[in-house]
């Protein structure tokens, strides 16, 4: 009686630390070191550190192996579609805002309230392109390609959201101060700090997952640059306009 041996295929098990994983930890790394610099280092540093620290993050999910399709950088139409919608929601949503006396004080921003030129200018041109563009090719774009290929995509909507919340901690550390708004509810001492910035981190944790809905949606990071450009150039442009109204 003869024996019949069957070959099977050797049983494989995906390694939990392997090489995807390993470039999260980088990219994470890396999103660290310049949110820092942004905020501590000297003004010419600081200024440059967002814009090439996502060239540089750009570069490096090339090197990877990254295509321009999971780094978002494709589907422009939809993509730019998607954003336009929501971009014009959010101005709507942001006049009204602005307009009600109840939320008019949120807006009065120091930053952007009192110089019509500055304003303008930061939001059509600092605002694109020192924080929004250069944020989303890092969250939406690299981080968003890694998250997704090592976890999926529930793991980017949190994982990368609340990274984005946190992104904000040093942003948000005089926010009470230099809104009057603000500063009259929470007041400027550190109890109204932490508080501040525990919202901004809630805030911006719900707008990153937001932003990586659009994203997978619409298949491109034009559809959360759309949002996130309406949100904050409205903003500054909201605030200049009350301001204006308020003290004049």
């Not at 050797?10 to 630390?17: L, M």
């Not at 600081?46 to 999910?61: N, Q």
């Not at 944790?205 to 309406?230: E, K």
Request: include cysteine; charge should be positive; charged fraction near 10%.
């Amino acid at each position: 009686m003869s024996t019949v041996v069957v070959a099977t295929e050797p049983v494989t098990s995906r390694r939990w630390f392997d090489r995807t994983l390993v470039d999260i930890v980088v990219v994470v790394a890396a999103l660290v070191v310049f949110n820092l610099t942004t905020h501590f280092a000297p003004t010419p540093i600081a200024v440059a550190a967002v814009p090439v620290g996502a060239l540089i993050l750009l570069a490096f999910a090339r090197a990877r192996g990254v295509q321009w399709s999971d780094l978002g950088l494709s589907n422009i139409g939809r993509g730019a579609r998607h954003g336009a919608a929501a971009a014009g929601l959010t101005l709507v949503v942001v006049a009204i805002a602005a307009s009600i006396p109840l939320t008019q004080s949120a807006f009065l921003n120091e930053r952007y309230g009192v110089n019509v030129g500055a304003t303008l200018f930061a939001a059509l041109v600092i605002i694109p392109l020192q924080t929004v563009i250069p944020e989303e090719l890092a969250f939406r774009g690299v981080l968003h390609a890694k998250l997704s290929r090592r976890f999926g995509i529930r793991a980017v909507a949190v994982i990368g959201s609340l990274l984005f919340g946190l992104w904000h901690v040093a942003s948000s550390l005089g926010l009470t101060v230099g809104n009057d708004g603000f500063s009259a509810v929470l007041g400027t001492g550190l109890f109204g700090q932490i508080i501040g910035v525990c919202g901004a981190v809630a805030g911006t944790t719900v707008a990153g997952f937001v932003f990586t809905w659009l994203r997978h949606r619409g298949g491109s990071i034009l559809a959360p640059i759309g949002l996130h450009w309406a949100l904050n150039g409205a903003g500054a442009l909201a605030a200049l306009a009350v301001w204006h109204v308020t003290f004049h």
